[in-house]
Structures are given as C-alpha cells and as structure tokens.
T-cell receptor, first 114, second 116 residues
Framework: GAVVSQHPSWVICKSGTSVKIECRSLDFQATTMFWYRQFPKQSLMLMATSNEGSKATYEQGVEKDKFLINHASLTLSTLTVTSAHPEDSSFYIC??????????FGPGTRLTVL | AQKVTQAQTEISVVEKEDVTLDCVYETRDTTYYLFWYKQPPSGELVFLIRRNSFDEQNEISGRYSWNFQKSTSSFNFTITASQVVDSAVYFCALSTIIQGAQKLVFGQGTRLTINP
C-alpha cells in the first residue's frame, strides 16, 4: 500500500498559537488527501477533503478559518490549526486515496494545547 | 444514510483463542466498499482488507479471515489463534460517494485485548 508520513508526530503548544501539520505521500501522487481527527477512545471523524490545486472541502461543523488546509503539490497537504485552544487537543490523522479507493493513513499527530 | 455499527466496544480474550469482531453496515448504494483497519497503541491505522459489494467470497489471510454477507449487511472479522500482538482497536469502514465525493464512514471501533 501507499506510504504516508506526518510531521510532527506530536506537538505541545500554548493556547492562542498556530500549529502546522504536514502530510506527505512518499510513493504516490495523491490528488486527494483527507484529514481526520480522533478524540481519545473515539472513532475517526472526517474534517475535510484536500484537493491538490483547489480549495479543501470541509465537513459540516468544521471551521474553515480555524483549520486551514493547503494542498499545493501532489505529495504534500498541510493542516494549520490557527489560534489553538485546549479543546483542539486531539489526534490528527491524514490519509491519501489510492487508485483502488483504499485510503492509506499517516501515523498521526498528537496535538496538546496548554 | 450511511452507517457502520460495531456493537462490541471491547473484547478481551486469552491468547490462542479465536475471536470474531462484528460489523454491520447500512447503505442505499449498490456499489460500495468495505474495509477493516487496525489501530495499534502507536495510533497509526493499518489497512487490513478491502472488499467490494459485488464480491461476497470470504477471504483468508493467515490467521485473519473475513465473512461478508450482503443478506445481513455484515462484514465480520475473525482472528484465529489470537496473539498478544493482535491487541489493538479495529475499525470497520464503509466507502461511499456522498455529494459526489468519496468518503469513509467508520464504525466506533472494537478494542481487542489479548491476554497472555
């Protein structure tokens, strides 16, 4: 399957700061990437679909201005959590859609906002 | 509406026992895909299997097997002779087209603990 990396794997920041998370496709040119968040002991919730060269499509209830997504190249999508607050603390996971409609996931980024 | 239900929140068995994880789905689509993913404590989701709606053949991969039954909208996962390394959260997911875009709908997950 596809190989996806995420950076950083974990980050701790102060409330009010912005955090950028990178998602890279290492062996596949992904025109579409997905961003999920997962709270402890819960399932994954799709936040947005990231399309290369165009605006991301956000799920209902996800603030576009707070969670900025950029997909400037076929191998890189970034998620920026702006003005982070403690309630944004979560596990953020990206995935890419392979040729067979299978999504391959990155290792995730654990964000803790103090 | 698209929905995936994993009724078993947690399962705990002793090593070498067989264990089955249930997955029931709802969809009005005639073409769809079903998946199982494993999430070990490290957090990364590991792809296990993909099955399309037209292929009801059961699949076996080593100690893992999957039983897909459209008549009951179920896609169950069995681990034979479980091992401690199988301890993880397992997610069943349904891939479908929602408003023109492909999306994965996840079940709530089943936390499997294999005790030595």
């Amino acid at each position: 399957g596809a190989v996806v990396s995420q950076h950083p794997s974990w980050v701790i920041c102060k409330s009010g700061t912005s955090v950028k998370i990178e998602c890279r496709s290492l062996d596949f040119q992904a025109t579409t990437m997905f961003w999920y968040r997962q709270f402890p002991k819960q399932s994954l919730m799709l936040m947005a679909t990231s399309n290369e060269g165009s605006k991301a499509t956000y799920e209902q209830g996800v603030e576009k201005d707070k969670f900025l997504i950029n997909h400037a190249s076929l191998t890189l999508s970034t998620l920026t959590v702006t003005s982070a607050h403690p309630e944004d603390s979560s596990f953020y996971i990206c995935s890419e859609a392979g040729a067979t409609d299978t999504q391959y996931f990155g290792p995730g980024t654990r964000l803790t906002v103090l | 509406a698209q929905k995936v239900t994993q009724a078993q929140t947690e399962i705990s068995v002793v090593e070498k026992e067989d264990v089955t994880l249930d997955c029931v789905y709802e969809t009005r689509d005639t073409t769809y895909y079903l998946f199982w993913y494993k999430q070990p404590p490290s957090g990364e989701l590991v792809f296990l299997i993909r099955r399309n709606s037209f292929d009801e053949q059961n699949e076996i991969s080593g100690r893992y097997s999957w039983n897909f039954q459209k008549s009951t909208s179920s896609f169950n996962f069995t681990i034979t002779a479980s091992q401690v390394v199988d301890s993880a959260v397992y997610f069943c997911a349904l891939s479908t087209i929602i408003q023109g875009a492909q999306k994965l709908v996840f079940g709530q997950g089943t936390r499997l603990t294999i005790n030595p």
